[in-house]
């Protein structure tokens, strides 16, 4: 199934709208991936949050785009367009889906922006294959190599409703305030929930968080990520606003980076909670290109 920049009626339900994208679904072992490109020059890949899709990136990808890179937004298993064989999740199901796409595209290494749920990808892939990330910008989540506080557990507090969540219940309370410091325009909530429609997305909340959210923060608790070395270049951001990752808290965990990173920096943005990328994407965008730059 391919589209044209334009949306097309054959993605069901129709995508939502973003100018300038280019739509493909790249066939891999088992999984049909939706991916939204844009521009040329060397490859920065996109990794989305929960309960998101490529259009999380709808003026993020543009503007970095407009700096010379070719954008690469694919939608992660469980989420917006793919069409998955075994609709089971393990602990590196999106890992292995990700490095699944970016052979099929002949992408050897890339530039990585990762929010939320996108950033276990794109977190498990700066471990395991090193050499395909040149530099990694990770959104309002913490490095693996955090030292665990019980100031953290409120950010785990939604987890429960998604381990049990029932096909059909609404998820427009994560787009409340508190998570986002800017409130959402119903249209904006619209376009991300609308994947939600097909079912076998709304059958993947829970079996996502089952299987790969749970397990993934357990080895973050257990200081798995701890024992391992963070080679590429790393740069965490977090909202001013975003209650359980405040500057203090965020500093103290990660204050013996120099220990488990090769190189690791933390920003921290005025104006934005969890969802950054849609309080200040502006601040997301100019963050990541010039850590882009820097890593070059």
Known sequence: M???ASVSAEWSPPLPEAAGFTH???????LRTHVASIGTGDPVVLLHGFPMHWWQWRTIAPA???EGYHVVCPDLRGSGWPEADDARFGAESQLDDVTAVLDALGIGAARFLCHDMGAISGMQLAYRNPERVRAIV???????????????????????ALVLHRAGSSLRYLFGPRYAAHRMADETIEGYLRAHERPEIERAVAALYRGMVIPVSRRLMGGVYKRMRLRPPMLCVFGSEDGPFAEATVRRICRNSAQHADRFELAFVDGGAHFLTDDRPDEVVRLALEWFAGAA
Do not use: D, K, W, Y
Not at 24 to 30: A, L, N, S
Not at 138 to 160: D, I, K, N, T
């Open 2 to 4: 391919n589209a044209s």
């Open 24 to 30: 493909t679904m790249v066939m891999t072992r088992g």
């Open 64 to 66: 970095i785009a407009a």
């Open 138 to 160: 990770q959104v309002a989540v913490p490095p693996g190599f955090m030292e665990f506080s019980p100031r953290l557990m409120p950010a785990f507090s939604h987890m429960p």
